[in-house]
């Protein structure tokens, strides 16, 4: 595409908004601006007002901008396609100044309450700024003197900042040398675009600000386009952009490029095309190409919105969304940290499968992971994805073979060389809470409903009281950090906390932490001769012992095996 504008002028922040209405589009960034911008934003001011040449400007890099035809407006519309944070600020920042010279009221100053309301507004409280999308209330809200729902949102931050910084006694004084060095002053270079230039398509490829575009941004780029393209309407357009911030609520704005990129891996084998943070051109090939594709564009969004749902159900899941089997493995899950099954979940989710079998299926392939990773040998996370892409696309029988692999079937089956194995391996800590509340969900009247939250807590602590070390078993091995470190870390030397029951003894001796850990811990719920909490003392052979008892008790319970049985392991009926 040849892109025809302007050519490029040096304008002031007056002459932009003098006599226009200016709007920022649904596809651009949010406000990212913060404190350290707000500061030098306001130093910058400080410099020209301070400065005795009064032909000195301070440049803010460049402004792109597009006219909008056909409006009924007395004065002409422009998108911004690229400024939206230094214009934003620029709106900020002297609604601020407004704001404080109306409450002083000083008969000097009145001329200058019209000069800022002159170029901020159009007949009346209309504002020449306009911010589509989920930031355009919090504007209004600040404009009507309100504070907007959401009092983390950065343009409320930045109108705080600004509002403590200029109401200070000392800077208060000089309000209108802020306000006039500001819109004469501070310059950066305008870039008109022609008329028949793409706005969105320059939006994608400019990098002026030096703020790269996220995947997720280009995505999102892209889908405008489409809908611009295919004609929707405007209120299709602004029904994506709301349910596009309310997908970026659900699945929470650090989580959105993996969220994306979870949903290709449940719509197509895993390939070197596509990774966690480069997706946006696969993406864009395989969904957003074809004449097909875009025709279905707002079936595509649907399937996008229906899976992040199920996403934000993974990341903070519901009892009553999952019910009890699916809800107990997904607390599993997220307690081992294997979010490779993530992209299953949602396809099983998505059509409906959310059986017992189905969640034997999952338990199957958790145990399997725990048993190969606590052996320190690779997990097949491209099998997972694999029997993924195999159930969307309803491809049962294959997804069934891979499930009943030699491989994974001998993994999952009872074996005593497993539990020799076990009793020699240093366990990590989620590997530790994982197999404890497998074990206290059979013991303990929660059941499956023990939290997502439970704590590890060490028997003996990691950082123990000097009373320890005169107990003369301890004592023989305090200058020996690998002994030490072994009974710490030991699988015999830990159990859960209940959520929020802080235990103050925690670094005490033993007699005087097992006040609390009787009705803190899950340790109440073992039944064996070594009575630990009858103990005045616990001892480095107390640790193994117990160790020894829970391994035994794992095995007796059966909760690292599927089954003994040889038959087929299947999905389907």
């Not at 000069?115 to 504007?139: A, Y």
Request: include cysteine; hydrophobic fraction near 35%; glycine fraction near 2%.
């Amino acid at each position: 595409m040849t892109t025809k504008i302007s050519p490029p002028e040096l304008t002031s922040f007056e002459s932009l908004f003098k006599n226009r209405l200016l709007i920022i589009p649904h596809y651009q960034r949010d406000y990212i601006w913060k404190k350290d911008n707000w500061k030098q934003w306001l130093e910058d001011v400080e410099k020209l007002i301070n400065c005795k040449d009064i032909e000195e400007i301070h440049f803010v890099s460049c402004i792109i901008y597009k006219e909008i035809s056909g409006t009924n407006l007395p004065f002409p519309e422009y998108l911004i396609i690229d400024g939206q944070q230094r214009i934003t600020t620029f709106f900020i920042f002297s609604l601020v100044i407004l704001e404080l010279l109306e409450e002083d009221s000083f008969e000097s100053t009145s001329s200058w309450i019209e000069i800022i309301k002159q170029i901020l507004f159009f007949d009346k409280q209309k504002p020449r700024l306009i911010v589509r999308g989920e930031k355009e209330n919090s504007v209004q809200a600040l404009i009507k003197h309100k504070n907007p729902e959401n009092s983390e949102e950065r343009i409320f931050q930045a109108y705080q900042y600004f509002k403590k910084e200029l109401g200070n006694k000392r800077v208060r004084k000089h309000l209108e040398d802020y306000f006039e060095n500001l819109k004469d002053r501070v310059k950066f270079v305008s870039i008109k675009l022609g008329e028949k230039e793409d706005a969105l398509e320059i939006f994608k490829s400019i990098n002026i600000s030096g703020v790269v575009l996220a995947p997720t941004d280009l995505i999102k780029a892209e889908f405008f386009i489409i809908y611009e393209e295919r004609k929707l309407g405007s209120d299709k357009i602004d029904k994506f952009a709301e349910e596009w911030e309310d997908m970026k609520k659900r699945v929470g704005k650090e989580k959105i490029g993996h969220f994306f990129y979870t949903f290709l891996c449940t719509k197509f084998k895993k390939t070197n095309e596509y990774s966690e943070k480069n997706f946006y051109n696969f993406f864009k090939d395989k969904l957003l190409k074809s004449k097909e594709q875009k025709e279905k564009i707002e079936e595509l969004w649907n399937e996008i919105v229906k899976k992040s749902e199920i996403y934000g159900q993974i990341l903070s899941p519901q009892l009553d969304y999952w019910g009890e089997l699916f809800y107990s493995t997904i607390l599993e899950m997220k307690i081992l940290g294997v979010n490779q099954f993530i992209p299953l979940i949602i396809v099983l989710k998505a059509k409906g499968l959310q059986s017992e079998k189905e969640s034997n299926v999952l338990q199957k392939l958790i145990i399997y992971y725990f048993r190969k990773n606590t052996k320190r040998q690779v997990f097949s996370k491209s099998d997972v994805l694999k029997w993924t892409w195999l159930i969307q696309n309803e491809r049962i029988e294959q997804a069934e073979d891979i499930l009943n692999d030699r491989g994974i079937v001998e993994e999952t089956e009872k074996s005593d060389i497993f539990w020799d194995e076990l009793e020699e391996k240093w366990l990590t800590e989620n590997e530790i809470k994982w197999l404890l509340r497998k074990f206290y969900v059979i013991c303990s009247p929660l059941g499956n409903f023990l939290s997502l939250s439970l704590q590890i807590e060490h028997m003996f602590p990691k950082n123990p009281d000097e009373e320890w070390w005169t107990i003369s078993e301890w004592k023989t091995t305090k200058e020996d950090k690998h002994v030490i470190n072994e009974k710490l870390y030991s699988l015999g030397n830990t159990t859960l906390l209940i959520p929020k029951k802080n235990i103050l003894a925690s670094n005490k001796v033993w007699k005087e932490k097992i006040k609390e850990f009787k009705e803190k811990t899950f340790l109440q719920y073992e039944k064996n001769e070594l009575n630990l909490l009858e103990k005045p003392v616990l001892l480095p052979e107390d640790i193994d012992k117990r160790k020894k008892w829970l391994i035994q008790k794992f095995k007796e319970s059966g909760i690292l095996f599927i089954n003994e049985r040889k038959e087929r392991f299947q999905l389907t009926s």
